[in-house]
């Protein structure tokens, strides 16, 4: 790799985790948020319709939120929408604007295999599908996902629903994207946020709102990124820097860390958080890790609970899970 492809490699991949950064203090401010990371612009009304023979094949299953979505969006500009039927019959949405036609066309490719990966990792009780819209602006980004005030420039996507009790199955759930995510991400990038989100909205329905960070992102980040073979200095080059220099992670990330005011360590907590999940997929299996996800996303956990959750998920203690975890670090960093 040349040098400017390892400074570009390290600059994405910083981007993304502040982006992400920035999403947890909107999720933390709104119960009904989910995870963010891109921004927004305004326009007015026009629905492009599937081509009538896609139309005529497709089943009938629309989701509930669509009438309603397309009209806050309407009030922006004229609307593109793809339809995706899974192998099953469910239907997947994308809608947004025509200047963003490549995005739509992009994220309308990728939406099958996202749920499909989603799903062997997660399991089958969620709803398979999705609903993705891109905003033209800021205005339509807070609307879409029920911000209020301002919505930070570096924000890129968000996952959001419907208020509900835990439990019980989450309504209203979508991902948005701001208008430049395929600008600003790429291709790679659009693809790893939208199963990054994808993951929030199938383990809604089994998250607590106030449950430990380094699960809630480092979760999705696995989930978004575990078919990636690209070596530590690139998938988490602030971790691989610090531990090269005998830095390694003394516990897990407190939530605090990942705010945005944090700065690099907030990035450097969701390189952490990302790792600590990929090192227990690795080691204990997928599922064990799932398991350990639906233990700790029950509410805020003291260390007990914490301690208690490893031991009959993974069967080691907290002290025990960092340290193997430092060793998993330091067993993949590159000379």
């Not at 039927?85 to 947004?96: C, E, Y």
């Not at 200047?99 to 295999?113: C, N």
């Amino acid at each position: 790799m040349t040098a400017w492809r390892r400074i570009r490699a390290w600059l994405t991949a910083r981007r993304r985790f502040e982006f992400v950064a920035t999403v947890a203090t909107v999720v933390a401010l709104t119960a009904a948020g989910g995870a963010l990371i891109l921004l927004p612009k305004a326009a007015l009304s026009r629905v492009q319709p599937m081509p009538a023979a896609a139309r005529a094949s497709a089943p009938v299953d629309p989701d509930p939120q669509l009438g309603e979505l397309r009209r806050v969006m309407e009030s922006y500009g004229p609307v593109v929408t793809q339809q995706v039927s899974g192998d099953d019959g469910r239907l997947s949405t994308v809608l947004g604007h025509p200047r963003q036609r490549g995005d739509v066309d992009t994220l309308a490719r990728e939406i099958g295999p996202a749920v499909e990966e989603v799903t062997e990792l997660w399991g089958h009780d969620w709803a398979q599908r999705a609903v993705v819209t891109i905003a033209s602006g800021p205005a339509e980004f807070a609307a879409l996902t029920h911000t209020t005030g301002m919505v930070s420039s570096e924000v890129a996507a968000a996952s959001v629903a419907d208020p509900f009790r835990p439990g019980s199955r989450p309504t209203g759930q979508r991902i948005v994207f701001g208008p430049d995510a395929g600008r600003r991400l790429g291709a790679d990038g659009l693809r790893e946020t939208l199963r990054h989100e994808l993951t929030h909205v199938a383990a809604r329905a089994q998250t607590v709102d106030g449950s430990p960070q380094w699960v809630l992102e480092g979760f999705a980040e696995y989930s978004a990124r575990r078919d990636d073979r690209d070596p530590l200095d690139r998938q988490a080059p602030l971790l691989t820097a610090r531990a090269r220099s005998g830095d390694l992670p003394a516990d897990l990330p407190a939530d605090r860390a990942f705010t945005p005011t944090a700065g690099n360590d907030a990035a450097l907590a969701y390189e952490q958080a990302w790792s600590a999940n990929a090192f227990a997929a690795d080691r204990f299996g997928a599922a064990k890790l799932v398991e350990l996800y639906r233990r700790l996303a029950a509410g805020p956990q003291d260390g007990q609970a914490v301690d208690d959750a490893l031991r009959a998920c993974l069967g080691v203690d907290h002290a025990e899970f960092v340290t193997r975890w430092r060793d998993w670090i330091r067993s993949r960093i590159t000379a």
